[in-house]
């Protein structure tokens, strides 16, 4: 059972990424997916989640229309395409999955990533 991130790279201030969240082991569509951000120094927080049973998404307000939560059954992956990127977006994205949408320290997680490192350059 595991996933894996990837798509983190070095981007200037109002460019784009796709981070990509790939599952072995497990159906994503049994699960809702979401993405977290660790900014430098802090915790992770919640910013993307979807609901694979009816397509239901949820943002957290500083991303809300710059980032889109999305998922392919057929790839078993989940994307968080980022949009109008900030210095305040740099810091280590991870996806877990979990059986509701929750924070990072829900009792409900089943699987974490390892992370991926998006750095925005002003």
């Known amino acids: 059972v595991q996933l894996v991130e990837s798509g983190g790279a070095l981007v200037q201030a109002g460019g784009s990424l796709r981070l990509s969240c790939a599952a072995s082991?497990?159906?994503?569509?049994?699960?809702?997916i979401g993405w977290f951000h660790q900014a430098p120094g802090k915790g992770r927080e919640g910013v993307a989640c979807?609901?694979?049973?009816?397509?239901?998404?949820y943002y957290t307000e500083s991303v809300q229309g710059r980032f889109t939560i999305s998922s392919d059954s057929a790839k078993n992956t989940v994307y968080l395409q980022m949009n109008s990127l900030n210095p305040q977006d740099t810091g280590v994205y991870y996806c877990?999955?979990?059986?509701?949408?929750?924070?990072?320290?829900?009792?409900?997680?089943?699987?974490w990533g390892q992370g991926t490192l998006v750095t925005v350059s002003s």
């Open positions: 082991g497990f159906s994503l569509d049994d699960y809702a």
């Open positions: 877990a999955a979990d059986h509701y949408c929750s924070g990072p320290d829900a009792s409900s997680l089943v699987q």
């Open positions: 979807l609901y694979s049973s009816d397509r239901s998404t």
